[in-house]
């Protein structure tokens, strides 16, 4: 997030552009720096929706709410 991923060893640049970190730290800092839609934008939104459609069941099974 605070280095960029062109930097990192070519193994770990595949991960890091997969992240949801990243991706969400991209969207923010589009959204910051330029006018418009960030284009990450999609992407970032289905990570967010996919990992609260797996973790909110989890959790609500878990805990018995």
Same mark, same amino acid.
């Given at each position: 997030m605070f280095v960029p991923v062109a930097t990192f060893? +070519?193994? #770990?640049?595949s991960f890091a552009r997969a992240s949801?970190?990243?991706l969400t730290a991209n969207t923010a800092r589009s959204? +910051?720096? #330029?006018p418009g839609v960030p284009?990450?934008?999609g992407e970032t939104a289905a990570w967010i929706g996919g990992?609260?459609?797996i973790f909110i069941p989890l959790c609500?099974?878990?805990?018995?709410g």
């Open positions: 060893p +070519a193994w #770990l640049q949801p970190v990243t959204y +910051a720096l #330029l284009g990450s934008l990992l609260l459609a609500v099974w878990r805990y018995g």
